[in-house]
């Protein structure tokens, strides 16, 4: 039985379970509450007038299958909206929408933080993939310097994390500021974008509270194999 299945380990990474949960249901109350409050523009036209006054006009919007799948591609200098945030003419919609483009805003103008982000992407996705195989056959062999290099493997998923919070947050910030300086969103309405971009902002939150608590308990069987061999 790997330490996925030990129930310290689910002790371990309990308060970020519950937080991402409690994350969940604040995005989809946040978002259900701000679908129904209409907007002046559909989240494609609010996140393309966001782009074009920055002199983003050759950053392409498009359309990507899924529900939440918004993102912004920064190779291809595209931002990829669900159909429902494309179309949608509703708070909810533009401000999912202002968010993705304050990500292309912050490419546009070197924003460190997403900088170090994008570089360590390769070196997340490795860890995340690598590290799964170098704990499991450490732990099963009785390898602690195989576990160790999981444990160093797995830190790059952490580091992602870590960088990502400061990005996402700024993106954020980005939005609001633009959708109230060009008038997309008023001041009474921008409680309802504010409920949506705060609610998403605690998933990211508990994704890196979950990785770091998670490096954290191999840490301890760490400490627990090299007590075992001596």
Known sequence: MFYWWDPTYLLFIAPAVLLALWAQFRVQSAYAA???VPAPLSGAAAARHILDSAGLTGVAIDIVPGHLTDHYDPRDRVLRLSE???HGRSLA???IA???AGHALQHAWTYAPLVVRNLAVPIASFGSNASILMLIFGAILNRPWLFLAGIIAFSGVVVFQIVNLPVEFNAS???????AQLGIVGPDEMRYVNAVLNAAA???VAATLQAILTLLYYLMRFRGMGRNRD
């Open 98 to 100: 202002a968010h993705e």
């Open 84 to 86: 429902e945030v494309f």
């Open 93 to 95: 919609a533009v401000g």
């Open 173 to 179: 910030a980005r939005a609001k500021a633009q959708l």
């Open 34 to 36: 701000a679908g129904q």
């Open 202 to 204: 605690l998933t990211y």
